[in-house]
C-alpha cells in the first residue's frame, strides 16, 4: 500500500492554469500505476488522467485531452497533474489515485485501490 497526499488545488479564474501534486509514500512509487479522478458536488467520481507506472503512456478524458497533462517524477514519488485553459466545468475535488503492478494505466475507479483525500480546484467564471 501507499499514502497519497494531494496538493496544488485553489481557487482560480477561467483561463488560468493550475498544477497540482500527488506525493507517495510507503512502497516504493515506481512499481505503481497512477491516476487522477475528479468528482464535482452531486456527481459521481469520474476520471481525468492516467499513467503508466514508468510514465511511458498516459490516458486522458476527452474533457481535458489538450488541456491537461499527468506526469511523474518516480525518484521524488510524485505524480502532476498540468492543468491550463481551465473551465468553470473543471471545478471539483480532485484525487490521486494509485494500484501497484505493471500493465497499462486505467480509466477505471474500480481498479486504483490506494485515493488521497482530494484537493479543491473552483474555476470561477
Known amino acids: 500500500q501507499v499514502q497519497l497526499v494531494e496538493s496544488g488545488g485553489g481557487l482560480v479564474q477561467a483561463g488560468a492554469s493550475l498544477k497540482l501534486s500527488c506525493a507517495a509514500s510507503?512502497?516504493?512509487?515506481?512499481?505503481?500505476?497512477a491516476g487522477w479522478f475528479r468528482q464535482a458536488p452531486g456527481k459521481e467520481r469520474e476520471f481525468v488522467a492516467a499513467i503508466s507506472a514508468s510514465g511511458g503512456t498516459t490516458f486522458y478524458a476527452d474533457s481535458v485531452k489538450g488541456r491537461f497533462t499527468m506526469s511523474r517524477d518516480n525518484a521524488k514519488n510524485m505524480v502532476y497533474l498540468q492543468m491550463n485553459s481551465l473551465k468553470p466545468e473543471d471545478t471539483a475535488v480532485y484525487y490521486c489515485?494509485?494500484?501497484?503492478?505493471?500493465?497499462?494505466?486505467?480509466?477505471?475507479?474500480?481498479?486504483?485501490?490506494?485515493w488521497g483525500q482530494g484537493t479543491q480546484v473552483t474555476v470561477s467564471s
Open positions: 510507503g512502497r516504493t512509487f515506481s512499481s505503481y500505476r
Open positions: 489515485a494509485a494500484r501497484g503492478g505493471a500493465g497499462p494505466p486505467s480509466r477505471s475507479r474500480a481498479d486504483y485501490n490506494n
